[in-house]
């Protein structure tokens, strides 16, 4: 199937209120040109040089998301122009990115990454530090930044039992910080599940989907 008819087939099965974030990674730009030609206008890059080259040729009105790991030096490269970071896991990347966003006028969308898979490779708060950050109202010194919504990725296994706990688990944690009095805070987005395990993060809670090769090929 062509990449419109398989973002087609996905788009359709989406309830309403989740967003579909294309994740095009390594892909040229006349993949993300099909996409875009068949409606997408959310992309998600986890390269800041590369969603820079990407956003520097195609229209502007795409909304660009950074879903890797950030590196505190690479922040600048996006800030003039990125719509939502997922990955900010440590508190100290927030200066960064406040820094930045003020330097070009901004307000930043972020979401904060949580630790919910069993491997020691991921990263993002563990569930302690994030209560923390929300009872002390860490986030009060960071007028350029709003914190819309939390972000997390399940342990690399076939096992679906576990990753479903894992899901259940972070939208546990959604729910008991979401109504917590915070500033620059408004949590509304819960953003889980890739192209092989979308459907159970839906039914977990999720909000937001990062898919790539369901769409675009597998790389």
């Known amino acids: 199937m062509s990449i419109a008819q398989n973002l087609q087939s996905i788009s359709t099965s989406l309830p309403k209120e ?18 875009y030609a068949a409606g997408q206008r959310v992309f998600g890059e986890n390269k800041i040089q590369e969603m820079t080259e990407k956003w520097e040729h195609l229209p502007k009105d795409i909304s660009w998301h950074m879903i890797g790991h950030v590196q505190s030096n690479k922040v600048k490269y996006m800030a003039p122009y990125v719509s939502l970071i997922h990955g900010v896991d440590r508190l100290s990347l927030l200066d960064e990115i406040n820094k930045q966003a003020a330097k070009n006028h901004r307000t930043i969308d972020c979401l904060l990454q949580v630790h919910i898979a069993q491997e020691e490779s991921k990263f993002g708060f563990d569930e302690q530090e994030l209560r ?16 819309v919504g939390l972000m997390g990725m399940a342990s690399f296994t076939t096992d679906t039992a576990q990753i479903k706990t894992e899901f259940t ?8 910080v979401k109504n917590t009095p915070a500033s620059h805070v408004d949590l509304h987005i819960l953003s889980m599940g890739m192209s092989g395990d979308y459907k159970m993060a839906i039914a977990c809670g999720s909000t937001m989907v990062r898919i790539g090769s369901s769409i675009f090929g597998n790389r």
């Open 132 to 147: 923390d950050a929300f009872a002390t109202n860490a986030f009060a010194s960071y007028p350029n930044i709003n914190i």
């Open 18 to 35: 989740v967003t579909l974030v294309a994740v095009s990674k390594t892909k040229p730009l006349g993949d993300l040109q099909a996409a």
């Open 169 to 176: 688990h972070l939208k546990s944690v959604f729910d008991s």
